[in-house]
Each structure stands twice: as structure tokens, then as C-alpha cells.
């Protein structure tokens, strides 16, 4: 069988004539470009064709009444998105759920993997325990906060009872938003876990032999050798976890829906609410587009972190 090569994708040996009866080339695909050619239209079909449709929402006004109709609207839905106080609020507290989450997890992810690795006996018990958060549905786990915390029987409501706190903790617009941050953090921690105690298993034990015979303590061991050697998978974690915090929705939807007096309100639940409870699918479109520019701008950003690491070929 020959070799396959890009060239072999776009151009075949086609040939067509010109009326003046000159031979000239014509990129036309080989055999693999067509036998790929359906699987890569219906990839458009699924992809490029919503995201046209969106981009042709942002500038319209939809009516549902009496059947779909867009009505040009111009740059009002972008005007809007950036004058719009409340939208701006929904991205300022995106931005803290990004930073509380994203930066839990990783110290906590980290600082378990370190236990884990250290640990003698019982590792592969303790790691399978603590991996079962990870595999609760979000929808689920944003259910299962909703009836720990509640005021009336919920477990932690109780807890927090006897430790002399009687607030409502989903009625508060602070211990709300702690709240569905801790669920998050209680949930994808594991997956941070995981994916350090990947990259511990790597470090060479000559290094830590020879380090501990020089006299090296556990801090300076963890800052001068674990750490950077780990580094990189750790990097990993964070761009999987970036992408995932900036959009997530489940679990505040569940428990709070953006409450109380909007205090939970990120900028994914501010889109569900825009397109699905107002109807009001012109601005729920730039607010998409915008939440896919931020996400693809941090993704880009790990992605060359990445790249200047040698772990993105």
C-alpha cells in the first residue's frame, strides 16, 4: 500500500484543459480526501452550521410568535452586552468562581496526591474512595447539596447548628455562593487527585534517595524536586479545569438558579436564563459567543504554556 501524505488529502491526478488547450491541475481530492470527504461534511454540518446560525442571531431580533422569524437588529445585542450592568456583575462572579475552584482544586487536588503517594498501606483503597465524587453526575451532586444544606433538615444546616451558626445557608447571598463553590471543589478534586499522583509515580526514586542522604527535608524535597517535576501534568489539570469552571452550570442551576438576589449568578446560568426564561435569543447569542472567546483565549493560553513545556505534540 503507498504512503499517504497531506498532498494526497487536497490533490489527486486530475487533470481538465483549458479552452486555449493548455493541461493545468485542478485541486481536486485523491482517494483518501474522498473517502474522508463525508465524515467531514457532516463534521460542518454539526459544527460550522450552529455557529453561523449563532453568528447571524447575534445581529437579529428572534420572534417565536407565528413561527421563527429574525429581524436585523444591527450592533444593538453587542451594544448591550457591554453596557449592561448585569451582565458584567454575572462575569465578575464568574471570574470568583473561576478563581475559588479552579485554585481549590489544584492545592487540594495536590496536597492529597502528596498524601496519597507518601501513603504505605491502603493507597489503592483510600484513592478509590476518594475518586467517587468524580463519578457523580454534576445535576446530582447539585441535588444532593440542595438537601444537605437545607435550613429545615439538611445535615450540614444541622452541623453548622450545634457549631452555633442558624442562617440559611442556600437564603445568604455569601454562604450561597460558598456553597455551590464548595460543591464544585468537593466533586472535580478527585480529578486534580488523580492526575498529580500520575505524575508523582514518575519522579525517579534515585533523586529522592539522593536527596534525602543529603539531608534535604520533606519541604525542600517537595519545592526543589516534586513539585517542578510535576509541574507539567499539573498543567494539564488546570487547563482541563479551566475550561470546565468558566461554563459550568449544573450544579448552581440545581441549587440556588442564580439566586439568592442574583448572588450566584454566573455568566452560563445569565445565558440559560436570557435564552430559555426571557426568550431573548439575540442576546443569549453574543453572550455565547463571548463565553466561547474567553474560554478558547484561556485554553490558547495553557495550550502555549504547554507547547513551551514540549507536552503539546
Not at 24 to 39: D, K
Amino acid at each position: 500500500m503507498g504512503e499517504l501524505t497531506m498532498g494526497s488529502l487536497t490533490t489527486g491526478p486530475h487533470r481538465a484543459e483549458r479552452s486555449s488547450g493548455r493541461r493545468i491541475r485542478l485541486p481536486l481530492p485523491g482517494f483518501a480526501g474522498r473517502m474522508m470527504a463525508p465524515g467531514l461534511l457532516v463534521l460542518a454540518g454539526v459544527s460550522l452550521l450552529p455557529f453561523a446560525a449563532v453568528v447571524v442571531m447575534s445581529f437579529s431580533r428572534v420572534h417565536l410568535l407565528g413561527g421563527l422569524r429574525l429581524e436585523g437588529a444591527g450592533a444593538d445585542n453587542w451594544t448591550r452586552l457591554f453596557t449592561d450592568p448585569d451582565m458584567a456583575w454575572a462575569w465578575a462572579r464568574t471570574a470568583g468562581y473561576f478563581v475559588l475552584t479552579v485554585g481549590g482544586e489544584m492545592v487540594l487536588g495536590t496536597v492529597l496526591a502528596i498524601c496519597l503517594w507518601r501513603l504505605r498501606h491502603g493507597r489503592n483503597t483510600a484513592l478509590s474512595l476518594l475518586l467517587l465524587p468524580m463519578f457523580v453526575a454534576p445535576v446530582i451532586v447539585g441535588l444532593l447539596g440542595r438537601f444537605l444544606t437545607d435550613s429545615t433538615f439538611g445535615l450540614y444546616s444541622w452541623v453548622l447548628g450545634q457549631l452555633g451558626y442558624h442562617g440559611d445557608l442556600m437564603g445568604d447571598k455569601t454562604t450561597a455562593f460558598v456553597s455551590v463553590t464548595l460543591m464544585d471543589v468537593w466533586e472535580w478534586t478527585p480529578l486534580v487527585t488523580l492526575i498529580a499522583l500520575a505524575g508523582l509515580t514518575s519522579v525517579p526514586s534515585s533523586v529522592l534517595e539522593a536527596a534525602s542522604l543529603d539531608g534535604a527535608g520533606l519541604l525542600r524535597t517537595l519545592r526543589h524536586i516534586v513539585l517542578p517535576a510535576i509541574a507539567p501534568v499539573l498543567l494539564v489539570a488546570l487547563l482541563i479545569r479551566s475550561m470546565d469552571a468558566l461554563r459550568y452550570f449544573d450544579i448552581i442551576w440545581n441549587t440556588t438558579g442564580g439566586g439568592p438576589a442574583d448572588a450566584t449568578k454566573t455568566a452560563s446560568v445569565k445565558l440559560y436564563e436570557t435564552a430559555f426564561r426571557f426568550f431573548d435569543f439575540g442576546y443569549a447569542a453574543v453572550t455565547g459567543l463571548l463565553m466561547l472567546a474567553v474560554t478558547t483565549v484561556v485554553a490558547r493560553y495553557f495550550v502555549r504554556l504547554l507547547d513551551r513545556k514540549g507536552l503539546a505534540r
